[in-house]
């Protein structure tokens, strides 16, 4: 008896552990060859998320989105995590400010 309320008691706070654990999105991007991968990346919308974005060129880069809000330089072999805050649905245009004619793409918030 004593062991048949103790699962029981485990299978409860399991069950209510589960939604309180907050599932926060971390969106991936690496720049290679002045190309952004993925271009099109998705995120949830209406909630904060995580934006990583990786530079394996040698050269500089500056992630920059006027929607987003977001502009920061990425130097040669590292990595920048941003806080994005909830936003929209809808397609955000991103690009890295210092190769701007190769290097682009979009999120999509959905
Ligand atoms: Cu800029």
Redesign the pocket.
């Known amino acids: 008896m004593k062991i048949a309320r103790l699962t029981a008691a485990l299978a409860l706070t399991s069950m209510f552990a589960a939604p309180a654990v907050a599932q926060q999105t971390t969106v991936h991007i690496t720049i290679k060859d002045h190309r952004f991968s993925p271009s099109e990346p998705h995120a949830p919308a209406n909630q904060p998320f995580a934006m990583v974005v990786k530079n394996q060129d040698s050269t500089a880069s500056?992630f920059?989105s006027k929607t987003l809000r977001v502009?920061k330089v990425v130097a040669p072999g590292a990595e920048i995590t941003m806080r994005i805050r909830p936003l929209n649905p809808g397609r955000y245009h991103f690009f890295d400010?210092f190769h701007q004619d190769t290097t682009e793409g979009d999120l999509f918030v959905e």
Do not use: K, S, T
Request: glycine share 0%.
């Open positions: 500056e920059e502009e400010d």
